[in-house]
Nanobody, 120 residues
Framework: QVQLVESGGGLVQPGGSLRLSCAAS????????LSWYRQAPGKERELVAA????????NYADSVKGRFTISRDNAKNTVYLQMNSLKPEDTALYYC?????????????WGQGTQVTVSS
């Protein structure tokens, strides 16, 4: 059974930090691209950060560059999102995503999300 379980969300003041974790099971974690998405109320889900299966390349939304860092530990089947200098506009439900694609098939899994609220 495939599972992606996010944790680490919460309420933080502007300028603060949080570290999100996503623990995976039920698939070959090291073969998948891992991403973090977020969705704020009334807005569409957007890509925040992504990391390749080997962890050698990352990309970020312009709005979080220089503040957020995505990383993964393939030995622990876990992906992380370190969020620093948080702003109120970072408030959203954050989702973990795992994706694997070949020319003939694709697999994609989502977690249930963890809430991040940035407010004073």
């Amino acid at each position: 059974q495939v599972q992606l379980v996010e944790s680490g969300g919460g309420l933080v003041q502007p300028g603060g930090s949080l570290r999100l974790s996503c623990a995976a099971s039920g698939f070959i974690f090291s073969s998948y691209v891992l991403s973090w998405y977020r969705q704020a109320p009334g807005k569409e889900r957007e890509l925040v950060a992504a990391i390749t299966s080997a962890g050698d390349y990352t990309n970020y939304a312009d709005s979080v560059k220089g503040r957020f860092t995505i990383s993964r530990d393939n030995a622990k089947n876990t992906v992380y999102l370190q969020m620093n200098s948080l702003k109120p506009e970072d408030t959203a439900l954050y989702y973990c995503n795992a994706r694997y694609r070949t020319t003939v098939r694709s697999y994609e899994y989502w977690g249930q999300g963890t809430q991040v609220t940035v407010s004073s």
